[in-house]
């Protein structure tokens, strides 16, 4: 899913929320900001440890991502985002 709007209409208010009701269902959540993802995988990108985190993002049920547009992310952004994205449907649609 994603929400879209301007600040302050309650986006991260909902997301939480769903997160807390599939916790409460047994579900397994994380939830990070942009930042948060992109500085994990920024700092092991200089580790070499890039699996590990990846499995990380993978593990959860749900996945809740929040502060996407807030403001301007490092160049390789997109593209840590694209493959958690993409893994995450792989192993879910199989």
Sequence with gaps: M???G???VGKSFLV???GYQAIKQGFVVLYRSIFDVVRDFLHDDA???SDKMLARYLKPDLLIVDDMGMKQLPKRSGEVLFEIIMRRYETRST
């Design 2 to 4: 994603l929400f879209l």
């Design 6 to 8: 301007p600040p302050g």
């Design 16 to 18: 939480q929320a769903i």
């Design 47 to 49: 580790l070499e440890t």
